[in-house]
């Protein structure tokens, strides 16, 4: 069974609206719950991470993720999205000792 | 891209040829890992290693073989290349995990083509 699944292979948005990337993940035990972003032709960059504590994580580039227990998500936001976050997006859980990557989120901000 | 450079960046071959990529990172950090990228697929993890000489199995490791003679350098070998093995190969390294909290970070990957 997939550990972690990202519901839109795309998603659109104006510079300047807000951004959300999906991400819904299926462990036992206490998520350990990572995102990276992918810019052309680079390798991935580390975002944030959901280990323990506050649901609301903030991490680089004005990114933040909400952790929701209940809903099992933890889907990343940015208030204000800049046409430089057009690249693709990856949540990660931490399953078996090892991350387990969802498929990616390509996300396009126009201008 | 946190200390890891990766050798070569592209590459083309032909089918049953043997390829190695390397890895080699400057951060001493003690595990290493091996993932392929494929569209739709996210990225998938071939091999890792939890210090020189130890390494295990990742979820597509058929095909593929590895070595770690030292901590700086993490081999991938591909005994004999097949057109299903095309595909971009991330290296990427973590420091020993503490309750699962390790981060990866990764090198800037290699295109591989087999023709």
């Known amino acids: 069974a997939q550990s972690v699944a990202q519901p839109e292979d795309q998603v659109n948005v104006a510079e300047g609206n807000p951004l959300t990337v999906k991400c819904t993940y299926s462990v036992s035990g206490n998520p350990y719950l990572f995102w990276y972003v992918q810019y052309p032709n680079r390798g991935l960059q580390f975002l944030l991470k959901y280990i323990t504590g506050d649901n609301l994580v903030k991490g680089s580039y004005g990114f933040e993720a909400e952790f929701n227990k209940s809903q099992t998500s933890f889907h990343l936001k940015k208030p204000s999205a800049l046409v430089s976050d057009s690249a693709l997006y990856f949540c990660?859980?931490?399953?078996?000792?090892?991350?387990?990557f969802g498929a990616g989120t390509t996300v396009t901000v126009r201008a | 891209d946190a200390g890891i450079t990766q050798s070569p960046r592209h590459k083309v071959t032909e089918t049953g040829t043997p390829v190695t990529l390397r890895c080699h990172q400057t951060e001493n950090h003690r595990y290493m890992y091996w993932y392929r990228q494929d569209p739709g697929h996210g990225l998938r993890l071939i091999h890792y290693?939890?210090?020189?000489?130890?390494?295990d199995k990742g979820e597509v490791s058929d095909g593929y073989s590895v070595s770690r003679s030292k901590t700086e350098d993490f081999l991938l070998t591909l005994e004999s290349a097949t057109s299903s093995q095309t595909s971009v190969y991330f290296c990427a390294i973590s420091e020993s995990p503490s309750a699962g909290e390790e981060t990866q970070y990764f090198g800037p990957g290699t295109r591989l083509l087999v023709l």
């Open positions: 290693s939890y210090g020189v000489k130890d390494t």
């Open positions: 990660a859980v931490r399953d078996s000792g090892k991350l387990s």
